[in-house]
């Protein structure tokens, strides 16, 4: 059950990662002035949920 877990959270960080991508290369897809700021939190979200997945779930 925690590698299952483990598992989620990091597809939940790949997931925030190609949207983080995607808000890089189109920043208009939210706001221009902003499309590079919602970019940073999408990655900083992404290591944070690979933090939670590894060290939190002990690994997959």
């Not at 059950?1 to 991508?21: D, E, P, R």
């Amino acid at each position: 059950m925690i590698n299952l877990l483990s598992g989620l959270f990091l597809l939940l960080a790949i997931t925030f990662a190609s949207i983080a991508v995607a808000f890089v290369k189109m920043p208009q897809l939210v706001d221009p002035k902003l499309g590079r700021v919602t970019a940073i939190l999408f990655v900083v979200a992404a290591v944070l949920f690979v933090l939670i997945g590894i060290v939190g779930f002990g690994g997959a």
